[in-house]
C-alpha cells in the first residue's frame, strides 16, 4: 500500500480490506472518423475524458484495445485534497493489454484519442468500512481535509466539469 498511497499516515487502514469494487468499460474514439457508423450517437464513446478524481481508494485501469488508436494518454496531476492537485504529473500511453493502477483521489484524465479507437475496463476498489467510518466522522475521507489550492495552476490540470473557477483560470493561458 506505501508504493500506492505515498507517505499518507494511514494508508494500510485504507487499503488492507478493499472488500468492493465496481466495474464498468469506457469507449473512447475520434467521432469525426465513425460519423458514419449505424450505431452512432452521442453516447457511443467519446474522444477523451475531463480531468477528475475517483470514488475509490485504488482504480485499475486495463486497456482493452480495439482499433488501431493514436494519442487518448491518461493524463495525472496532483492527489485531490492537497495543494498541488492541479499541477502536472505524469502521461501515460495505453496500450493493449496495459494494466495502470492508481490511488482514486489521483486526479487523472484521458487526453483525446486522435484515431482509431480503444476500449478500457476499469475498476473502482472500495474499502467499506474505512467509507462507512468516514461517512460517520469517525475517520476523514481521504482527501480531506483539503489543504488550500496552490494559485499556479497547470492547463492541463484544470477540469471544466470539477473545477468551479475554471473559467478564470483559463482568462490566465
Same mark, same amino acid.
Given at each position: @500500500?506505501?508504493?500506492? +498511497?505515498?507517505?499518507?499516515?494511514?494508508? @494500510?487502514?485504507?487499503? &488492507? =480490506?478493499?472488500?468492493?469494487?465496481? %466495474? $464498468?468499460?469506457?469507449?473512447?474514439?475520434?467521432?469525426?472518423?465513425?460519423?458514419?457508423? =449505424?450505431?452512432?450517437?452521442?453516447?457511443?464513446? %467519446?474522444?477523451?475524458?475531463?480531468?477528475?478524481?475517483?470514488?475509490?481508494? /485504488?482504480?485499475?485501469?486495463?486497456?482493452?484495445?480495439?482499433?488501431? !488508436?493514436? &494519442?487518448?494518454?491518461?493524463?495525472?496531476?496532483?492527489? !485531490?485534497?492537497? /495543494?498541488?492537485?492541479?499541477?502536472?504529473?505524469?502521461?501515460? @500511453?495505453?496500450?493493449?493489454?496495459?494494466?495502470?493502477?492508481?490511488?482514486?483521489?489521483?486526479?487523472?484524465?484521458?487526453?483525446?484519442?486522435? %484515431?482509431?479507437?480503444?476500449?478500457?475496463?476499469?475498476?473502482? *476498489?472500495?474499502? &467499506?468500512?474505512?467509507?462507512? /467510518? *468516514?461517512? $460517520?466522522?469517525?475517520?476523514?475521507?481521504?482527501?480531506?481535509?483539503? *489543504?488550500?489550492? =496552490?494559485?499556479?495552476?497547470?492547463?492541463?490540470?484544470? @477540469?471544466?466539469?470539477?473545477?468551479?473557477? +475554471?473559467?478564470? #483560470?483559463? #482568462?490566465? +493561458?
Amino acid at each position: @500500500s506505501r508504493a500506492l +498511497y505515498g507517505d499518507v499516515d494511514d494508508a @494500510s487502514m485504507i487499503t &488492507s =480490506a478493499l472488500d468492493h469494487h465496481h %466495474s $464498468f468499460i469506457v469507449r473512447y474514439r475520434n467521432d469525426n472518423q465513425h460519423k458514419n457508423d =449505424a450505431d452512432d450517437n452521442n453516447d457511443d464513446g %467519446s474522444r477523451g475524458l475531463d480531468m477528475h478524481h475517483d470514488a475509490s481508494e /485504488a482504480t485499475l485501469n486495463i486497456c482493452l484495445g480495439r482499433d488501431n !488508436f493514436t &494519442s487518448g494518454g491518461l493524463r495525472f496531476c496532483g492527489r !485531490f485534497g492537497d /495543494a498541488d492537485h492541479r499541477r502536472a504529473g505524469a502521461l501515460v @500511453s495505453h496500450a493493449k493489454g496495459r494494466a495502470i493502477l492508481h490511488l482514486g483521489r489521483h486526479r487523472h484524465g484521458a487526453d483525446n484519442i486522435e %484515431s482509431g479507437e480503444r476500449m478500457n475496463l476499469i475498476m473502482w *476498489a472500495r474499502n &467499506s468500512v474505512y467509507r462507512n /467510518a *468516514a461517512g $460517520f466522522g469517525h475517520v476523514p475521507l481521504d482527501g480531506t481535509p483539503q *489543504a488550500k489550492e =496552490a494559485d499556479v495552476v497547470d492547463k492541463l490540470c484544470l @477540469s471544466k466539469t470539477n473545477d468551479r473557477d +475554471y473559467e478564470e #483560470k483559463m #482568462k490566465l +493561458y
